[in-house]
C-alpha cells in the first residue's frame, strides 16, 4: 500500500468515528428521553399520556420500519436544510442520527420497562415524586441494559456509516467502495474490513465491560 | 438493645432519648387524632380491566387505633393488599374515605401526598430495595428526595442502621445480603423518616422461618420503642398469634370478623377465620387422622376438639355432660397475646350425636373433627 493510501485510510478511519460518535451522541440525547417518554406515559406509567404515547410510539416505529439506505435518500432535503450539504460527513451524520435514535429509544425502552414495578412503589411509599423516580429508580436500575443497547447500537451504526459512504458521506465505507470495489484493489478492501472488524471489536469489549462492571453491584 | 438515639430538627417527630418513647404533643402534627391512627369509612375498591370488573374491597369500616400491631388477613384475593394499599394510596379507593391521623386523606394534592408518604413507611414481600445503590444510599433515599441536608442524613442514616442491626453492611449492595437482611434494609428506609405508621405486605413471606421470626422480633421492638402502628398482612397465623394485639379477618372484600387476637384466635366465629386457623391446629395424632371417618359408625369413638378462652374446662363436668367414656387425644395451652387459651381433642366413645349440644354448657368452642372406629 501506499502511503498516500495509508494516509487516505487513516483519514477515513477519523471520518467514520466521527459520524459515529456524532450521531450515537445525538441518538443518546434524544433516544433516551423518547424512551423514557415512551416508558412513563402510558396508561398506568407515572406521567400518563395515552394518547400521546401512541402517536410517538407509532413514528418510532415508521422510522424504525424504512430502511437505512432508503432513509439515506428520502432525507435528502432535511439534510440540506440543516447542515447546507448533502455530501461529507457531516451531512452523513442527519440520516444516521435519525435512524439511531429511535432504535436506541426502543432498546432503551425494553430496559426501562424491565424495572420491577415494585421498585416504583417503594420509591412511591418513600415519597419520592416523579422526577424523583426517574433519577433515582427507572435510569439507574435500567442502566446495565441501556449501555448494552448503546453498544449494540454503536455496533449497527458502525456498518451503517459504511453505507453512507457509498453515496459520498466519506469514511470508511467511501475508501472501500472508490478502491477496493471499483478498481479491484483487493489490499484496501482487506485493509478496510479489518479496520471495520477491529473497530466493531473494541466497542463490543468496552460495552460488555461496562455492563459486567455495572452488574457486579 | 437498640441504642435509640433520635433527635429531629427538621422533623415534626421528636424522640424521648432517654424512655425510646415518642414525645405525644410533638407527635400530633395534625388536628383531630393521635399519630398513628387510621379509619376507614365505607372503603369499596372496583378494579376495572380488559377482563371485567373486580370489587376487591366492598364498603369496609375499620378503625385501627395508635401504637397497635394491627394483623390483616384473609385468603389470597380477599383484597388485603388493597385494603393496606388505600393507607398511603399507592391504591386509591373507588369510594368511602380513609382518614390518618384525624385527616382524610383522598384530598391531599401532590405535595400533601408526599407529605402523607413521609409519615408512612412501607416494607414489601420482596423487600423493593434498589439494586444500584448501597444499603446506605437505599436508607438515606427518603431524606435526599425530601431535601434535608447532607450533614443531617448520614448520622440519620447509622442511627437507623443501627436501629435494624446493620451498622457493618452501610456500603454494601443489597444483592451481598441475605433476605433477612434485605428486610433489615427496607424496614431502615422505612423508618428513616420517623413515620407514625409502618404498613407491611407479606414483609416474612419470602423469608425462612428463622429469619421471620427476627423480622418479627424487630418489628416488634419498634413497635414497642417508637410507639409506631404497624400494620400488617400475612398468610402466616403464627405472624399474627405472634405479634399482633388485633386483627381482621377479610372475606371477598368484606369484614368477616374483627377484634383483639386472643378472643379472634380463641373464639373464632366466622368460617373464613377457621378455615384460616385450621393449619394451626392440625395437630391430630397422625395414626388417628388416617382411620378418621366423617359418618358415624357402630360402636366409633366421636372426636371432638375444645378451645376455651380464659377459664379452665372442667374435666368431670366434661365427663358428666357427655355421659359416656371420654378419653383425652392430646391437650395443651396456647398464649395468644399473653391470654391462655385451652386445647383439647378428646375421644368420646359410642357417643349419642346429641353429645356435642350437652358438652355446648359447659362453655368454650366445640368442634366436630369426625369418627374414628373403635379398633380396626
Ligand atoms: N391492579 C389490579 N387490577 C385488577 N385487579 C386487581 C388489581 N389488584 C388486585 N386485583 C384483584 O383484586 C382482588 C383483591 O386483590 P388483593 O387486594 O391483592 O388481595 P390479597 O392481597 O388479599 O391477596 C383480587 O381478586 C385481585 O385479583
Ligand atoms: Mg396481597
Redesign the interface.
Known amino acids: 500500500m501506499s502511503p498516500q493510501m495509508i494516509d487516505r485510510l487513516w483519514q477515513a478511519g477519523l471520518d467514520t468515528l466521527v459520524m459515529v460518535a456524532a450521531s450515537a451522541g445525538i441518538a443518546v440525547l434524544v433516544g433516551l428521553p423518547l424512551a423514557l417518554f415512551l416508558v412513563t406515559s402510558g396508561p398506568r406509567g407515572i406521567f400518563p399520556a395515552p394518547r400521546t404515547n401512541r402517536v410517538i410510539g407509532t413514528l418510532v416505529n415508521g422510522f424504525r420500519a424504512v430502511p437505512f439506505i432508503v432513509l439515506l435518500v428520502a432525507l435528502i432535503p432535511f439534510t440540506r436544510l440543516v447542515t447546507g450539504t448533502t455530501i461529507g460527513v457531516w451531512a452523513a451524520i442527519v440520516p444516521l442520527a435519525v435512524s439511531a435514535t429511535p432504535f436506541f429509544a426502543r432498546i432503551a425502552e425494553v430496559s426501562l420497562r424491565e424495572v420491577?414495578a415494585?421498585?416504583i412503589?417503594?420509591?412511591?411509599?418513600?415519597?419520592?415524586?416523579r422526577r424523583?423516580i426517574l433519577a433515582?429508580?427507572l435510569l439507574?436500575?435500567a442502566?446495565p441494559g441501556i449501555v448494552a443497547g448503546f453498544t449494540i447500537t454503536l455496533v449497527s451504526m458502525i456498518g451503517a456509516s459504511a453505507m453512507a459512504g457509498a453515496v459520498g458521506a466519506g469514511g470508511l465505507g467511501d475508501v472501500a467502495i472508490r478502491y477496493g470495489y471499483q478498481r479491484f484493489d483487493t489490499t484496501v478492501m482487506t485493509a478496510v474490513i479489518a479496520i471495520l472488524i477491529a473497530l466493531v471489536c473494541l466497542v463490543q469489549l468496552a460495552g460488555d465491560t461496562a455492563v459486567r462492571r455495572?452488574r457486579a453491584? | 438493645m437498640l441504642g435509640l438515639a433520635f433527635h429531629g430538627i427538621h422533623d415534626p417527630v421528636r424522640w424521648d432519648t432517654a424512655s425510646a418513647r415518642p414525645i405525644p404533643a410533638a407527635r400530633t402534627a395534625t388536628a383531630g387524632g393521635a399519630a398513628g391512627t387510621v379509619r376507614f369509612e365505607a372503603v369499596s375498591k372496583t378494579y376495572r380491566s380488559a377482563s371485567g370488573t373486580v370489587q376487591a374491597l366492598d364498603a369496609i369500616d375499620l378503625a385501627i387505633p395508635a401504637g397497635t400491631i394491627f394483623g390483616i388477613i384473609g385468603r389470597s384475593g380477599a383484597g388485603k393488599s388493597s385494603l393496606l394499599r388505600t393507607i398511603n394510596r399507592l391504591e386509591e379507593p373507588t369510594s368511602g374515605r380513609v382518614i390518618v391521623d384525624g385527616e382524610p386523606i383522598e384530598a391531599l394534592d401532590a405535595d400533601g401526598l408526599v407529605a402523607l408518604r413521609r409519615r408512612i413507611g412501607m416494607i414489601f414481600q420482596h423487600f423493593n430495595l434498589l439494586s444500584a445503590k448501597t444499603v446506605r444510599q437505599n436508607v438515606a433515599l427518603p431524606l435526599a428526595v425530601a431535601g434535608v441536608p447532607k450533614a443531617e442524613i448520614g448520622p440519620r442514616v447509622d442511627e437507623v442502621l443501627r436501629l435494624v442491626g446493620l451498622e457493618g453492611k452501610a456500603d454494601v449492595y443489597p444483592s451481598r445480603l441475605s433476605g433477612g437482611q434485605k428486610q433489615r434494609v427496607g424496614i431502615a428506609r422505612a423508618l428513616v423518616t420517623r413515620p407514625a405508621i409502618l404498613l407491611c405486605d407479606e414483609a416474612t413471606s419470602a423469608l425462612d422461618p428463622e429469619a421471620t421470626l427476627a423480622i418479627l422480633g424487630l418489628l416488634r421492638d419498634i413497635n414497642r420503642r417508637l410507639g409506631i402502628t404497624i400494620v400488617l398482612i400475612t398468610h402466616e397465623m403464627s405472624v399474627i398469634r405472634e405479634i399482633c394485639s388485633d386483627v381482621v379477618v377479610l372475606e371477598r372484600g368484606r369484614i368477616a370478623e374483627t377484634g383483639p387476637v386472643w378472643r379472634v384466635f380463641g373464639q373464632p366465629e366466622h368460617a373464613a377465620t377457621r378455615a384460616l386457623l385450621e393449619p394451626l391446629s392440625r395437630d391430630l395424632p397422625e395414626d388417628l387422622a388416617a382411620r378418621l371417618r366423617s359418618d358415624r359408625t357402630a360402636g366409633a369413638s366421636l372426636l371432638l376438639r375444645i378451645t376455651c378462652a380464659g377459664e379452665a374446662l372442667d374435666l368431670a363436668a366434661l365427663t358428666g355432660a357427655a355421659g359416656a367414656p371420654v378419653r383425652l387425644i392430646q391437650a395443651g395451652i396456647d398464649r395468644i397475646q399473653g391470654r391462655a387459651v385451652g386445647r383439647m381433642i378428646v375421644a368420646i366413645a359410642g357417643a349419642a350425636p346429641e353429645v356435642e349440644e350437652r358438652l355446648r354448657v359447659l362453655g368454650g368452642e366445640i368442634e366436630r373433627i369426625g369418627y374414628v372406629a373403635a379398633d380396626d
Open positions: 420491577d415494585g421498585l412503589e417503594a420509591a412511591q411509599s418513600i415519597g419520592c415524586r424523583h433515582h429508580v439507574p436500575e442502566l455495572l453491584r
